[in-house]
């Protein structure tokens, strides 16, 4: 079992910044690839970004490319979402998934899931 928790969301302004943040329980974290989706309401969770074990395969969503970066510290167990130049659109609760098997950007290819972090942009 891996339990995920995320930390970071927050009400911002449109072009402004947050970094979110995902830790994870097990000491094993580098074994996973690691993703983040985002579900805005009365909408399907989405994909956002992932990032391979080793950091070096990042992808990302056309709708954020540019804009956000992943990236992991597999010494403090943490996965981070850095997003610049948010928009009212990017809206949503925020999740992290973990797997160990290939990553990809659907959500039933990652077995464990957080809670999730709201993130509120303002126009």
């Known amino acids: 079992q891996v339990q995920l928790v995320e930390s970071g969301g927050g009400v911002v302004q449109a072009g402004g910044s947050l970094k979110l943040s995902c830790v994870a329980s097990?000491?094993?974290?580098?074994?996973?690839?690691m993703a983040w989706f985002r579900q805005a309401p009365g909408k399907e969770r989405e994909f956002v970004a992932g990032?391979?074990?080793?950091?070096?395969?990042?992808y990302y969503a056309d709708s954020v490319k540019g804009r956000f970066a992943i990236s992991r510290d597999n010494t403090k167990n943490t996965v981070y979402l850095q997003m610049n130049t948010l928009k009212p659109e990017d809206t949503a609760v925020y999740y992290c998934?973990?797997?160990?098997?290939?990553?990809?950007?659907?959500?039933?290819?990652?077995?464990?899931w957080g809670q999730g972090t709201q993130v509120t942009v303002s126009s």
């Open positions: 097990r000491r094993t974290f580098s074994n996973y690839d």
């Open positions: 990032i391979d074990w080793r950091a070096l395969s990042k």
């Open positions: 998934a973990a797997t160990t098997g290939p990553t990809g950007r659907a959500s039933y290819e990652y077995t464990y």
